[in-house]
């Protein structure tokens, strides 16, 4: 029989791969269920939508480990692999080789870290006034956190927020090279224009170095082709489930309190049986059968 592929070398494979690639956001089982049935081969586990989806700000209010509670349930819930947004690594090198052996243990696949300070801020909230993290230190922590993985196929990208804190592209690029000789498998660039100049200008200069990561959030309207076309290796959609959860209950919540009456939403929800759906309510059904006396 053929085994399947660890979630790991799936996720190596992604990357590495010549095609464009399509990773989506979960934040809970839930989600990361919903992501692998659309036919998605990986998950994005979002810093934002985890903390948002906690009730919590995009800082480092959620605690490390209740984030790692969250990711089990996804990883859990789902056969494909996980990249966690592992925001600065939740401390300095040491914290963050604690943080890739739990990853590990609970299957995540890769983790992606980004060169800012602790607590972290989003790259949408006054970008410009962040503080980088020193190239130095943040080199130190890229070399630990793959010192620290057992599995060879684990991938740690560095992610460069220079163009989100206002430094323009030769520092982009310097970064990005010193954490690709410090052994980054891949380089995250983070853009928060609404068009894709900065990303597309460091992609022609880095050419094809390791893989490039992206995330389109804010130049949505650019065409996929042209990520295509300039050689990115993958494109995260990064809070879209979220978002589309958010809306949804917004849209529910008010209609009920509104209408004080099931028929305003009924049909514009998911019926309870897709949620036993989505749960395997049948699997214990069937063990029932099979463990329980039977009356
Ligand atoms: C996230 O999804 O948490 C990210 C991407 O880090 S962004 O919100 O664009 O910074
Ligand atoms: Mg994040």
Not at 44 to 58: E, K, P, T, Y
Not at 199 to 215: D, M, Q, T
Not at 277 to 291: C, D, K, M, V
Request: some cysteine; overall charge negative.
């Amino acid at each position: 029989a053929s085994q399947a592929l660890t979630k790991t070398r799936q996720f190596r494979n992604l990357l590495l791969s010549e095609h464009l690639q399509f990773i989506c956001e979960a934040h809970n089982g839930l989600s990361a269920k919903i992501v692998q049935e659309a036919g998605f081969p990986g998950i994005w586990a979002s810093g934002l939508s985890i903390s948002a989806q906690f009730g919590v700000r995009d800082n480092n209010e959620a605690s490390w480990t209740q984030v790692l509670e969250d990711l089990e349930f996804m990883s859990d819930a789902t056969r494909i692999p996980i990249l966690l947004d592992g925001d600065t690594g939740y401390g300095n090198f040491n914290n963050m080789q604690r943080l890739i052996r739990k990853l590990e243990q609970r299957n995540i696949a890769a983790v992606c870290i980004e060169d800012k300070l602790f607590p972290k801020t989003n790259s949408f909230l006054k970008g410009d006034a962040q503080p980088l993290a020193d190239m130095q230190e943040f080199c130190g922590k890229i070399k630990a956190g793959k010192d620290a993985q057992t599995d060879p196929d684990f991938c740690l990208i560095a992610r460069v927020e220079a163009f989100i804190c206002g430094w323009g592209l030769a520092e982009a690029l310097r970064r990005a090279e010193a954490y690709h000789q410090a052994g980054a498998d891949g380089i995250l660039i983070h853009s928060a224009l609404s068009v894709p100049d900065e990303i597309l200008a460091f992609k022609r200069e880095w050419g094809n170095r390791c893989p490039v990561v992206i995330v389109p959030t804010k130049y949505y309207a650019t065409p996929t082709d042209v990520f295509r076309q300039h050689g990115f290796s993958m494109v995260i959609w990064a809070n879209h489930m979220l978002r589309a959860a958010v809306a949804s209950m917004q849209k529910t919540a008010r209609a009920l309190k509104e209408s004080e009456h099931l028929l305003s939403i009924e049909d514009k929800v998911a019926p309870v049986s897709e949620i036993f759906r989505l749960q395997n309510a049948a699997e214990l059904l069937e063990a029932e059968e099979r463990y329980l006396p039977r009356g």
